[in-house]
C-alpha cells in the first residue's frame, strides 16, 4: 500500500537507521528500486520534483508507483521532493501523494512559515505528511540554481519556532551538503555540529538530509572510460552518511547516483556493443546498476534493510 512516513520515522529514530529516499524518472529507475527495497525487505521512501513529474506527464509516475506497490507488496510512501508552491502541493496531494515537501528555504523566514503553514493544513486535512527546509544548500536543481555564496547553514535557534508554528512532520537542514555530482571543491566538510544541535532542540522530530549522493566514484570513472566527461566530481563520503543516519536523520535524499548508475552502465554498453539498438539491451544493464547501488545504500550506508 502508499504509506505515509509517519511510522517509517519513528522506527528510523528509534532504531538508529535511515530511510533512503530516491528519485524516479521512469520505470527502469522505479523497478531498479523497488526490486532492491524488495530483496533488502526496506522501508522506502520514491520522491517525484516538480521536473519529473513535468517529464513524465503526472499521472504515468503515480501509476507506475502503483504498478511497483502492486508488484512488490512493498509500503511505499509517495513524495513530492522540493514542492515551490501551495498549488504543486495540492495538486499531488489530490493525486494522491502521501507526502509532500514545501520549500520555502529561499524564502524570508516568516513568509516560509506562512507558506509551511498553509500545505500542512490542507495535507494533514488529506492524512498526508509534510516536510519542509530551513537554511539553503548550494547547487543545482531543475529550475533552481543556487550559488555557494547564497547558500546558508541552517540556524539552530530558529527551528523550534518553525516546527511550532508550522506543524510540520519533518525537516530538512542544511549543513553543508549540496545537490548534484559537484559537491565538494576540496575535502568534504559536513558540520554536524548543527544536527547535533538541532536535534537537542528538537527531541525525537525527524530530521531530512538533502544532497546526500555519495557520487560513486566507480560509476564516475566508468563514465570517464566510457566517453563521458565529469572531471571533479565529488559526492559525500559515505562514512559521513552512515553518521548521519545514526542520528535524527530519518530520511536521505538520492537522485544523483541513480543518474550516475545509469548513465554509466548505459555508456559502457554502448561503448562495447556499438551495433546495438533496441533500447532494452542497455536499459537492462541500467536497471541493474541502479538496484545493485540501491541495495549497497540499504545496506551498507542507511542501515534500513529487514526493517
Ligand atoms: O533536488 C533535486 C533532485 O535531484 C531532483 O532534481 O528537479 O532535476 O528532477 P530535478
Ligand atoms: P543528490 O543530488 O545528492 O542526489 O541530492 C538529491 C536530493 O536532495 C533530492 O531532493
Ligand atoms: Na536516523
Ligand atoms: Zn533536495
Known sequence: PLVTTTEMFKKAYAGGYAVGAFNVNNMEIIQGITEAAKEENAPLILQVSKGARNYANPIYLRKLVEAAIEDTGLPICLHLDHGDSFETCKSCIDDGFTSVMIDGSHLPFEENIALAKRVVEYAHDHGVVVEAELGRLAGVEDEIKVSA???????????????????????????????????????????????????????????????????????????????????????????????????????????????????????????????DFDPRQYLSPARTAIKEMVKHKIVDVLGCNGQ
Not at 166 to 173: E, F, R
Not at 208 to 228: D, K, R, T, W
Not at 259 to 271: D, E, S, V
Open 149 to 275: 555564496e547564497d547558500s546558508s547553514y541552517t540556524q539552530p535557534e530558529e527551528v523550534n519556532e518553525f516546527v511550532s508554528r508550522t506543524g510540520v512532520d519533518s525537516l530538512a537542514i542544511a549543513i553543508g551538503t549540496s545537490h548534484g555530482a559537484y559537491k565538494f571543491k576540496g575535502e568534504a566538510k559536513l558540520r554536524f555540529d548543527i544536527l547535533e544541535e538541532v536535534s537537542r532542540l528538537l527531541p525525537g522530530f525527524p530530521i531530512v538530509l538533502h544532497g546526500a549522493s555519495s557520487v560513486v566514484p566507480e560509476f564516475v570513472e566508468m563514465i570517464n572510460q566510457y566517453g563521458g566527461s565529469m572531471p571533479g566530481a565529488q559526492g559525500v563520503p559515505e562514512d559521513m552518511l552512515r553518521q548521519a543516519a545514526r542520528s535524527a536523520v530519518c530520511k536521505i535524499n538520492i537522485d544523483s547516483d541513480l543518474r550516475l548508475a545509469m548513465t554509466a552502465a548505459i555508456r559502457k554498453h554502448m561503448a562495447e556493443h556499438p551495433s
